[in-house]
């Protein structure tokens, strides 16, 4: 039987040591799913209950491999679903691959059923770069520079090949004119700045007194080198909330997360600093920075198109961050005054008891638990192989301040899209990547009953294929969309309006139990230790049902007095849960000021 394109198109995924395909059928896509059936499921097909679930679950693969994430989906209505994954996939710079059915050739331009124009549709999303196939010779440049440029820019692309091509004998391009023969595998360089750059950032960072380091999660391969730049300086060190996982959190000088969702101890060094060295990210929010006046400012990163931003930097760097703090480290002086690092180090210690006093505060009402002490008690109970995925909502505040990471764990988000629904996928890509490794996702009860529920189902399809069968759901369930309820009342002074924040009562642990996963409730605080105990040594995935209280506050530590103001205001118009909400908020704002004296 002749090789079809389809065939070709899984050999060369193949080649390129792709073993996973997340999607979803349909039959803009039969001749790639009848490729499928003739190469025994190599690579494997994995299928998800959504393709926007196929493209988070991409993504996830790709954040927690460092490999190229790889999605696939049928034309028209399939491949608009893809779209919100591959946004998060570019906003947060990771390597995914789209693979896209179309209509016959013969079809297109004559208003076909589900004829989308998706060059059109993938043009910004797949920017970076976006093909269709239209003939066999095509295929192997095509789908050779998608992944390359995916792995190179770090950035979603798009392929995408008409159903007839599919099938169409596949012939490769020849020797003539207008033929592009392409061919397998990268190696690549290690940029590094020229010594002159690297003299004039260590001129900059050695006269510094009070030195802030802020790292993202381009960092992440450079943990020892800053580890060292920071104890040469005397320097403490902020992480953007993707590079949550590059230091540990028992190091006394890392300070924890920065922006809304960060710590004081982060938003104080920035406040305080006179020196800035920011490694590997493109952090956005530049009111967390320090004020613009006061800071002499380095930026190393490996994309030149993302240096010089945010921040008015005096030296930019680009390169790699391992080997360009490598060649800066024996440029750097060694700092004997240690009071900035030592003051730095008492807040971080401060900081940590006043969170688990925060966790400690009792819900306002009889079952349910303060949602801050089911991240408290997780926390030294993580595995050290653990990988972590949060949702976006109020789970990712509690991620960002009440989970403290060792050294080899991992962790992730919806960084800048912040789009509700990755938790779940991204666990699941997460379990494929490293089937060895336990996963735990924290999701809002929102994201689960937008897409996490039937997320579940794809679960308990896989599960038994893992090394280690540990993933753990913990849901956060409120009845309430807590997070947007909260920047309604402090960012618009609105008293929540139940009918588009209140959510139905359901119960996530029996639908768990129904499709044959672990499942438990927890209503009462002292039963949260023994639920993790139990879900991280059970023998199949877990959800925890966790009624939490919807009126603890998440309270930025630096919020502001018109933020404040807004929230009271709010409350005062009517807020149905005005007195809750004031009395937790109280209580909770007591910890810090306690913990602070």
Not at 227 to 248: C, H, I, N
Not at 353 to 381: H, I, K
Not at 420 to 433: H, L, T
């Amino acid at each position: 039987m002749a090789t079809t394109v389809a065939d070709y198109l899984l050999a060369r995924l193949r080649e390129w040591g792709v073993d996973h395909v997340f999607g979803y059928p349909g039959d803009g896509i039969n001749g790639l799913l009848g490729a499928f059936g003739r190469a025994d499921d190599q690579p494997r097909f994995v299928q998800s209950r959504h393709e926007e679930m196929s493209a988070f679950e991409a993504v996830g693969y790709a954040k927690f491999s460092g490999r190229v994430g790889v999605c696939a989906a049928t034309s028209g209505p399939g491949a608009i679903h893809l779209l919100n994954g591959l946004y998060d996939a570019k906003l947060d710079h990771v390597p995914v691959v789209a693979i896209v059915g179309q209509t016959n050739r013969s079809a297109m331009g004559g208003s076909y059923q589900q004829e989308v124009d998706l060059l059109s549709l993938f043009k910004d999303v797949a920017s970076d770069y976006v093909q269709m196939v239209t003939v066999p010779q095509q295929l192997p440049n095509v789908i050779d520079r998608a992944i390359r440029t995916a792995m190179t820019r770090h950035a979603p692309t798009a392929v995408i090949v008409p159903n007839d091509v599919q099938e169409l004998a596949y012939e490769p391009p020849g020797h003539e004119f207008k033929m592009v023969p392409s061919s397998l595998g990268i190696d690549w360089p290690t940029p590094v700045p020229d010594d002159a750059a690297l003299r004039k950032a260590a001129d900059v960072l050695n006269v510094g007194r009070k030195v802030a380091i802020l790292v993202g999660q381009g960092a992440r391969g450079a943990r020892g080198e800053v580890e060292e730049v920071a104890t040469r300086l005397g320097a403490g060190v902020a992480k953007a909330l993707l590079g949550k996982d590059v230091l540990s959190d028992d190091l006394p000088y890392v300070t924890g997360a920065i922006g809304l969702l960060g710590t004081r101890p982060s938003y104080e060094m920035m406040k305080d600093c006179d020196t800035l060295l920011t490694v590997g990210s493109s952090f956005p929010y530049t009111q967390f920075m320090p004020p613009l006046d006061q800071a002499r400012a380095v930026q190393i990163d490996i994309d030149g198109a993302m240096v010089g931003m945010r921040y008015p930097y005096e030296v930019n760097l680009v390169g790699d961050a391992a080997a360009t703090l490598r060649g800066l480290i024996p440029l750097l002086h060694r700092r004997e005054d240690r009071s900035w690092q030592e003051s730095l180090s008492r807040k971080v210690a401060g900081w940590w008891d006043t969170m688990a006093a925060e966790a400690g505060v009792p819900a306002s009402a009889e079952g349910m638990v303060n949602p801050m002490r089911l991240f408290a008690e997780l926390s030294p109970r993580l595995p050290d192989d653990a990988i972590v995925a949060a949702d976006s909502g109020s789970s990712a505040n509690w991620y960002a301040r009440q989970l403290r990471f060792r050294r080899d764990m991992r962790g992730s988000l919806s960084g800048n899209l912040a789009t509700m629904g990755p938790g779940v996928p991204y666990g699941i890509g997460a379990k494929f990547a490293h089937p060895e490794r336990p996963v735990i996702v924290f999701e809002g009860d929102g994201a689960m009953q937008m897409n996490g529920l039937a997320e579940l189902v794809t679960i308990r399809r896989y599960w038994q294929d893992w090394h280690d069968p540990r993933l753990v759901v913990a849901v956060l369930h409120n009845n309430d969309l807590n997070q947007v309820t909260w920047e309604l009342r402090a960012m618009g002074g609105t008293p929540k309006f139940v009918e588009s924040q209140a959510l139905p009562d359901i119960s996530y642990a029996d639908f768990a139990a129904s499709i044959g996963l672990e499942a438990r409730t927890v209503t009462d605080p002292d039963e949260i230790a023994g639920a993790w105990e139990a879900a991280l040594a059970a023998d199949r995935p877990t959800v925890l049902d966790v009624r939490c209280d919807p009126n603890i506050p998440p309270i930025p530590p630096h919020a502001t007095f018109e933020q404040m103001k807004d929230a009271a205001e709010a409350l005062v118009k009517g807020d149905q849960n005005r007195w809750a909400v004031i009395k937790e908020g109280l209580r909770t704002k007591a910890q810090e000021l306690l913990h602070s004296s």
